[in-house]
T-cell receptor
Framework: AQSVTQLDSQVPVFEEAPVELRCNYSSSVSVYLFWYVQYPNQGLQLLLKYLSGSTLVKGINGFEAEFNKSQTSFHLRKPSVHISDTAEYFCAVSLTGRRALTFGSGTRLQVQP | GAGVSQTPSNKVTEKGKYVELRCDPISGHTALYWYRQSLGQGPEFLIYFQGTGAADDSGLPNDRFFAVRPEGSVSTLKIQRTERGDSAVYLC???????????????FGPGTRLTVL
């Protein structure tokens, strides 16, 4: 079975600073990888996804993530964060051939002025 | 509608009672998913419908949980003999089955917060 680990439960950062949210997964078969964001009192929203091809994936709101197969990682990055990026971020995987998403426990990004 | 809607937004019930949670997917989306999110955790997959049929119910925790989608649109998640451990936010998502197939984006609703006293 696959699993997803988000090592950082909270990441405080100052506005305009860069940020990296870490995600590692384990699976014995090929996977698709996703990052979702959950703003307060809103539903989960897809930031970006890796299916195949280029390992650097660009998403909405200036976020990007890099798939590293050898390290089984899919870290999310943004070069300069804004107050409005304060939210909960979830990494997820799905096995190729299945639609069910397996989520990590989430990382709360707290952007401070 | 513009997005996935779920009703009620909040549900408080007593241990042992029966509850129904409703999901209205995005119009035209043939795939529908239920997830459960406990406090401090990521969403956990419960069941996936393709049209009217449950294509994958491997995440349902036990036989107290049941879901239907009789006309291929609205879905209802039913929980019998509720337990305090069922308290969580229940999320619904939908996706189209266009050329993306298995990789079609899942769009999530705001969830129903279930509290079992």
């Amino acid at each position: 079975a696959q699993s997803v680990t988000q090592l950082d439960s909270q990441v405080p950062v100052f506005e305009e600073a860069p940020v990296e949210l870490r995600c590692n997964y384990s699976s014995s078969v090929s996977v698709y990888l996703f990052w979702y964001v959950q703003y307060p009192n809103q539903g989960l929203q897809l930031l970006l996804k890796y299916l195949s091809g280029s390992t650097l994936v660009k998403g909405i709101n200036g976020f990007e993530a890099e798939f590293n197969k050898s390290q089984t990682s899919f870290h999310l990055r943004k070069p300069s964060v804004h107050i409005s990026d304060t939210a909960e971020y979830f990494c997820a995987v799905s096995l190729t051939g299945r639609r069910a998403l397996t989520f990590g426990s989430g990382t709360r990004l707290q952007v401070q002025p | 509608g513009a997005g996935v809607s779920q009703t009620p937004s909040n549900k408080v019930t007593e241990k042992g009672k029966y509850v129904e949670l409703r999901c209205d997917p995005i119009s035209g989306h043939t795939a529908l998913y239920w997830y459960r999110q406990s406090l401090g955790q990521g969403p956990e997959f419960l069941i996936y419908f393709q049209g009217t049929g449950a294509a994958d119910d491997s995440g349902l925790p036990n036989d107290r949980f049941f879901a239907v989608r009789p006309e291929g649109s609205v879905s209802t998640l039913k929980i019998q003999r509720t337990e305090r451990g069922d308290s969580a936010v229940y999320l619904c998502a939908s996706s189209s089955t266009g050329t993306g197939g298995l990789t079609d984006t899942q769009y999530f609703g705001p969830g129903t917060r279930l509290t079992v006293l």
